[in-house]
């Protein structure tokens, strides 16, 4: 476990790398056919945890958890921005 412990900031990059890239596909989805399928629940829970966990990125002083984070958080809310703006379209 020593050896792990000079590597914890790549290893929490790349997890961070590959955390945020795996969420990005239900980015790209929800932009082509909407988010019907994505309970409001769902992303506020998500969404708050999150927001946690890039908190606790901060008082860790720990760049991967707070990019990691950052990004997803990003992409939750542009989830929230399409499902807003496709619902006010729908409604007219």
Known sequence: ????RSH???IGFWAAILTTVAFT???VRTWRIGGDELSWMMLAC???GVGLW??????????PLMLANGL???QILAII????????RISR
Do not use: C, H, I, N
């Open 46 to 48: 998500f969404g708050t």
């Open 1 to 4: 476990m020593d050896s792990l």
């Open 25 to 27: 596909p239900q980015l």
């Open 72 to 74: 997803t958080g990003a």
């Open 54 to 63: 890039f908190v606790y990125g901060l008082l860790r002083e720990s760049g």
């Open 81 to 88: 921005g399409v499902k807003v703006w496709r619902a006010v």
């Open 8 to 10: 914890t900031e790549a």
